[in-house]
């Protein structure tokens, strides 16, 4: 007698499983899509409370990471901690001055000690930056002022020189010139201090006018340098001034350069006293016959002298009229921010003081009437008494 175990074998492998509310058993009957037959479990489902839970716990390492970054700005934004950074930005400007003293760079020991004391400077700049980066992330490249922190200390580290006891170490000029830009970490004051911040934001806000004065002052002295190459151009090649002031268009814009500075009183000296030999005496020699010469650029002064006016007193106080313009009208935004923050017009509030200096005025004036009133009225009194005791003594 056979016994068939198909249906058993097969009644068994069936799944039974309970619904969870009703506690009803059903039967999974999929099979498998391999071809070897064999049946695999579905994977289990998340359910509503796992993906709380995992929502959860996100929410929670956000939290962590806020909190952290919020810390951090606490932390170097503080006021105790700007200050810090703006004494130390000053220690090391000043330890950069001193290490160019001979007792610095003449002591392999003493300039040792300067390079510790300056990479540890260096680390502490970073160490502000860095927490700067995690409080704001990438925000803090739309703050140029950050920015612009950034970059030095960025600038500091590209081209860092591991510290050495030896002054001359690195050998190549490149290497100097690099750790020389190293005092441009002082301009880092200039994002610490507030005046100094109004300031430089000023000078930006005028930009445009002020390259329109530029184009203005290249005109000029492109003018006056082709005027003085043509002038004075062949004095040195006669070998008539001891420099070469005028010979060519570069030279004559650097000569101007100098005297925009105000430092022009050398050059129309040396050219006003050229002395050149008189037409009948074409080949005598001036520094032995004074006589048969004769100075032939006494009016040199009138060109040089009309540049300096034109370049160094008007163009210049142009530029200072339009720095002033950009501070005042800062001035007067940070005014309408103030006004703004505590809800008052400015031009309303400039109304009403100019009604309360005029009713002080009025006081003031009022007050004055009423002391001469005062002492009119007392002076009356005082001759009516001394009347009335004339008239009694002239009775008895």
Known sequence: MTIDTKDETSSKSKNVHFRSKDNEPYEDNKKASNKSGNEHERPAQATPETKIIQEDKGKGALASIQRFRQKCGDFVNSQVISIFIIILILVNSVMMGLATFPFVTESSSVYFAFEIIDLIFLIVFTIEIVLQLIFLGPALFQDGWLVFDFAIVAFSWGFFDAPSRDPNAGGGGSVKIFRAF???????????????????????????????????????????????????????????????????????????????TLDWAGVAREIMNIQECKEEFKDCDCATEEENCEKTFT??????????????????????????????????????????????????????????????????????????????????????????????????
């Open 299 to 396: 009016w040199a002064w009138i060109p040089i002298i009309t540049f300096v006016m034109i370049s160094s007193f008007i163009v210049f106080n142009l530029v200072i009229a339009v720095i002033c313009d950009a501070v005042a009208v800062l001035h007067d935004e940070e005014e309408a921010e103030e006004a703004a923050e505590n809800d008052v017009d400015p031009a309303m509030l400039r109304k009403k003081v100019r009604v309360l200096k005029n009713q002080v005025n009025e006081l003031t004036n009022s007050q004055t009437q009423m002391l001469d009133s005062i002492e009119f009225l007392t002076r009356q009194f005082k001759m009516a008494e001394l009347s009335k005791r004339s008239k009694k003594s002239s009775f008895e």
């Open 182 to 260: 190293r005092i441009f970490r002082a301009l880092r004051l200039v994002t610490r201090i507030e005046s100094l911040r109004d300031l430089v934001t000023a000078l930006l806000g005028v930009m445009p006018r002020m390259a329109a004065i530029a184009v203005l002052l290249l005109i000029i002295f492109y003018i006056f340098a082709v005027m003085f190459t043509d002038l004075f151009g062949d004095l040195y090649r006669k070998g008539l001034t001891e420099e070469d002031y005028f010979s060519r268009l570069d030279l004559s814009l650097f000569t101007q350069f100098g005297m925009m």
